[in-house]
Structure formats: structure tokens, C-alpha cells
């Protein structure tokens, strides 16, 4: 049985309520009386062994409670185009504000805000310049797209609790990711997978280069990329491995769109497109290699498994299969696979962030042996797990 955070056999392991508590939880206990006692926090915050400590954790706290309005001040940023205006040296406000359209004091208080973030720097004469965040969003048109797809997440986490006790969601998310819950995905027409399959081309740059350092191709004869959106993984690693043959499979109206991607980049010889439904159809056979890049998380356990077995089946034994994506409990980037996957696949109304464990078992059940993770340069922005296609 899979826990629904990922790890396998974890519900079944849970204590009965009467349980004796052990030294541990006693342990606990006291700390967690201490530290919500207003008498302690005060204390703790003005001796000098736990100060930092206090303060750090204060600091924590207050972010969490905060988080929503630093990313509303990323969004204005954005949107105003600040960064970009930036990007060819530091201004004065006036001139900022000029080029905002946005009054003086409007645009002081953007800045400040933004600096406060490191989104900006202060600089001499009263200028502001990009700060070490900010840099980066410049360097990184993926971040931009993501800031503005966020607009709809924010919209549909306004209620948290309604969104855990609805189940499958009438949401934004639901209605953008046009296969999420789609009786007949293979049918959507082109204006229904534009949009995400845009932003997936878009923000597909940031991680692609990290899969293929962690796992170069070269070694292969033929890629099949399912789920590939508009070939933007294909056509990466083709161009690393040059004696790679590629398929790109996907939903038809999005296999179209990466037809005329790849033909516009000079790779329709190498890479070809497939249309189809990778739950209910026969993938192409061939590969020695599947990629699933941002795939998997997207689907609940059973959907997972039909899918994890196509692949097996279109794999010669000892083929390989690399599963990319962002996985819950990775050591030091924790929130981004249970709390932001957790909640943004809970408003998308399918699919959960998984432990390299869990995924490990599905692969096991699904005739694929050996999987290992693989280090990748940001494991924060992607894991990756490559496991070997078994004998029948
Ligand atoms: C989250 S996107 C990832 C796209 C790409 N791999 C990337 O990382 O940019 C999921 C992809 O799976 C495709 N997909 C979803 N359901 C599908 C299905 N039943 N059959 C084929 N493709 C499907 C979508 O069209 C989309 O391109």
C-alpha cells in the first residue's frame, strides 16, 4: 500500500490512538510547551545562547504568515516589467516611476519592497539596481511565465480548507491543465492545451540542461519523451547526443505543436511526433530509452502504474527508463514537494508529489527493477530516477 505522501506501507505502520506514548514524545512534549509559552519565547529572545535562535525562528514564522505578499511583490515587479527595465544598469526613481507609469510614492514602495526581498539593490545617488534575485529572474524567462502562471494557483488556494474537503475541484488549475480529469484527453482540441503546453515549453530550458549533465544520452540509440509537450526536451537532447534518434509522444494537438517546433528548428529528420493517449493506447516501440519528464506526479497511484506499465512494455529488457521531477522529501528544498507540489496537484484535482521510495515501488510494480536516484545539479527544481526495464 502506498502512503498518500509516497512511502510505502507508512498508514499501515501508524501508532493506535491509545498507544503508549514513548520517552520521545514526552520529550517532545515539553519542548513544544515551552515554545508556546509567551513567557519563554520572550526569554529565549533575550538570552544571549538562544537569541539568534529565537529570532531566526520568529523570522520563519513570519514569513510563512507573509509569504503571499513578497510574491505579490514579485508579481507587480513583473508585471510592470521592472526587471527587464533594470536590466541595463541601475535608475533613479523618478525615472522608474516614469517608466512604470506609477506615481513617485508608488514606486518607492515597490522598490523598497522589492529590495527588502533581494529582488533589488540599493544603489549610490539614490538609484536602484537588480539585486542577486532579480539578476537572476533576468537571466531566466521561465521564472517570469511561472510568477505569472501563479496568478491562477493564487486564486484557487484562497480557500485551503474548502480545497481539501472538495475532492476533485472545480478550479482554475483543473481548467487549465485541459488532460487533468478529461474523459477523452486524446480529444482535446488545440486551444484547450495551448496555454499549458506553452508554459511547459517555457519553463521545460530550466531543467532540461540538469537531466542530461545527470544523465548524458549519448549512450542510447532511441529516445521516446512521453508527455513531451512541444518536443522542447527532444530537441535539448538531440542536440547533445547528435546520433540520438527521438520520438516525441503526446496528446495529438500537442504532438502538432511540437511538429511544427521541431520542423521550425531544422529537427523534423531526427525527431519525429506521435499523437495519442499514453493511458489507454500502445506506445511506439523502438526506444531504448523512455523519458517521463514532469509526468508521473501528475497522476494519482492507478493512473501512475497504467502508465509506468505502457512504458515498460514499449521497452526492449534492460531498456531505461529516467523519471524527471521535482520529489517530496528531497533533502533541503522539503516544501517544494509536499507543501508546493502537495497543494498545487491538489487544486489541479490529480496527481501527488512523491518520495524517490514510493516511485521506487510503483517502478517495481510495474516491471522495472534497479532504479536508483541520480544526482542532479538542483534537486530542488528536479530529481531524477533511472530504473531498468525488467524481464516478463
Ligand atoms: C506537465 S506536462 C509536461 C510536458 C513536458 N514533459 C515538460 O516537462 O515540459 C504533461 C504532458 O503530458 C501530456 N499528457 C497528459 N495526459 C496525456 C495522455 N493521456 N496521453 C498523452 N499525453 C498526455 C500533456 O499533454 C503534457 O504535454
Redesign the pocket.
Known amino acids: 500500500m502506498l502512503h498518500p505522501s509516497g512511502d510505502e506501507g507508512a498508514l499501515s505502520g501508524a501508532l493506535p490512538m491509545d498507544a503508549p506514548q514513548s520517552w520521545w514524545d514526552r520529550c517532545l512534549a515539553v519542548r513544544d510547551r515551552l515554545l508556546a509559552s509567551q513567557r519563554f519565547q520572550r526569554w529565549a529572545a533575550a538570552f544571549p545562547v538562544t537569541r539568534s535562535v529565537a529570532q531566526r525562528r520568529t523570522r520563519a514564522l513570519f514569513d510563512l504568515c507573509a509569504g503571499f505578499v513578497y510574491s505579490q511583490v514579485l508579481l507587480a515587479c513583473v508585471r510592470l516589467r521592472v526587471f527587464s527595465i533594470l536590466s541595463d544598469g541601475p535608475l533613479p526613481v523618478a525615472e522608474i516611476a516614469r517608466r512604470l507609469s506609477l506615481s513617485t510614492d508608488a514606486t518607492g514602495r515597490l522598490l523598497a519592497a522589492a529590495a527588502s526581498l533581494r529582488l533589488l539593490e540599493r544603489r549610490r545617488g539614490g538609484r536602484f539596481g537588480l539585486g542577486p534575485l532579480g539578476a537572476a529572474v533576468v537571466g531566466n524567462p521561465a521564472i517570469t511565465a511561472m510568477v505569472e502562471h501563479h496568478a491562477l494557483v493564487y486564486g484557487d488556494l484562497r480557500d485551503p480548507v474548502a480545497l481539501l474537503r472538495a475532492g476533485r475541484p472545480a478550479t482554475e488549475l483543473a481548467e487549465f ?1 485541459a ?1 487533468a480529469g478529461a474523459e477523452e ?2 480529444r482535446l482540441a488545440a486551444d484547450r ?1 495551448a496555454a ?2 506553452a508554459l ?2 517555457a ?2 530550458p530550466l531543467i532540461a540542461e540538469d537531466i542530461l549533465d545527470a544523465h548524458p544520452l549519448r549512450r542510447y540509440r532511441c529516445l521516446l ?5 512541444e518536443g ?2 527532444a530537441a535539448t537532447a538531440a542536440v547533445h547526443a547528435p546520433r540520438l534518434r527521438v520520438i516525441v ?3 495529438p494537438a ?1 504532438a502538432k505543436r511540437a511538429r511544427l517546433r521541431l520542423a521550425a528548428e531544422g529537427l523534423s529528420e531526427r525527431v519525429s511526433t506521435v499523437g ?4 489507454s493506447e500502445p506506445l511506439p516501440e523502438g526506444a531504448d530509452v523512455v523519458t517521463l ?3 508521473v506526479h ?1 497522476h494519482d497511484d492507478d493512473a501512475a502504474l497504467t502508465l509506468l506499465r505502457n512504458a515498460r512494455r514499449a521497452l526492449p529488457r534492460g531498456g531505461r527508463l529516467l523519471i524527471a521531477e521535482p520529489m517530496a522529501g528531497t533533502a533541503g528544498a522539503e516544501p517544494v514537494g509536499d507543501a508546493y507540489f502537495g497543494f498545487y496537484l491538489l487544486a489541479m484535482g490529480r496527481g501527488r508529489p512523491r518520495t524517490a521510495s514510493a516511485l521506487a515501488a510503483l517502478l517495481r510494480a510495474s516491471g522495472f527493477a534497479r532504479s536508483r536516484l541520480i544526482p542532479t545539479r538542483r534537486p530542488l527544481l528536479t530529481c531524477l530516477m533511472v530504473a531498468e526495464a525488467a524481464g516478463a
Do not use: H, K, Q, T
Request: charge should be negative; avoid cysteine.
Open positions: 491543465w488532460y484527453p486524446e492545451v499549458y503546453s511547459m515549453a519553463s521545460l519523451d512521453v508527455g513531451g509537450g522542447v526536451f509522444f503526446d496528446l500537442v495519442g493517449d499514453f493511458f519528464v514532469r509526468i501528475d
